[in-house]
């Protein structure tokens, strides 16, 4: 079964400073790949999605995520963090087991802005 | 365009009875999943209808069921609640089926079992 490790429930940053949330998956066939947002009380809201067009991929909000499949990693970056940045980010993959796709999340990682 | 809509938001049940949660999709939406969300475990995949039928299913006990009507509104029941239901039933909406495509989540019911 596949698997989606965040490491790091809660990640603090300065209002500015770099944003790093690190996601690792295992899966032995070349996945899709998914970062989604939780603000509170909403659902979540896709960031961005690994299509195999291109390694780097732009999402909304400035938001980027490398996908680097010798390391299987697909790390979420953003070169300036904002308050509003503030939120729940969730890694997802799916890759086919059995002819199903199912998407699997991470657990998720709390982003916290301080100015 | 709408965003996905789920009713109620907000159920309270106590321990054996059951409860039906409801979803209608973004507007030529053909999927629908739902999932559970608690801080414990994260979200977990539920199962995901296509046209009325279900296309993939998690690893939760028969007591969770769900359907998909002709307009792909969704229902999900669950029967003979346990306190462990406790939890935020999220129901995500997409064009074609969910494993490769953009899901669009609505805000979720929250399920308190008392």
């Known amino acids: 079964a596949q698997s989606v490790t965040q490491l790091g429930s809660h990640v603090s940053v300065s209002e500015g400073a770099l944003v790093l949330l690190r996601c690792n998956y295992s899966?032995?066939?070349?996945?899709?790949l998914f970062w989604y947002v939780q603000y509170p009380n909403q659902g979540l809201q896709l960031l961005l999605k690994y299509t195999s067009a291109a390694t780097l991929v732009k999402g909304i909000n400035g938001f980027e995520a490398e996908f680097k499949k010798s390391e299987t990693s697909f790390h979420l970056t953003k070169p300036s963090a904002h308050m509003s940045d503030a939120a729940e980010y969730f890694c997802?993959?799916?890759?086919?087991?059995?002819?199903?796709?199912?998407?699997?999340f991470g657990r998720g990682t709390s982003l916290i802005v301080h100015p | 365009k709408a965003g996905v809509t789920q009713t109620p938001r907000y159920l309270i049940k106590t321990r054996g009875q059951q409860v039906t949660l409801s979803c209608s999709p973004i507007?030529?939406?053909?999927?629908v999943s739902w999932y559970q969300q608690t801080p414990g475990q994260g979200l977990q995949f539920l199962f995901e209808?296509?046209?009325?039928?279900?296309?993939n299913k998690g690893n939760f006990p028969g007591r969770f069921s769900g359907r998909q009507f002709s307009n792909s509104r969704s229902e999900m029941n669950v029967s003979t609640l346990e306190l462990g239901d406790s939890a935020l039933y999220l129901c995500?909406?997409?064009?074609?089926?969910?494993?490769?495509?953009?899901?669009?989540f609505g805000p979720g019911t929250r399920l308190t079992v008392l």
């Open positions: 997802a993959v799916t890759s086919a087991s059995g002819g199903s796709y199912i998407p699997t």
């Open positions: 995500a909406s997409s064009l074609a089926l969910a494993g490769g495509s953009e899901q669009f």
């Open positions: 507007s030529g939406h053909r999927s």
């Open positions: 209808y296509f046209s009325e039928t279900q296309r």
């Open positions: 899966s032995s066939v070349p996945p899709y």
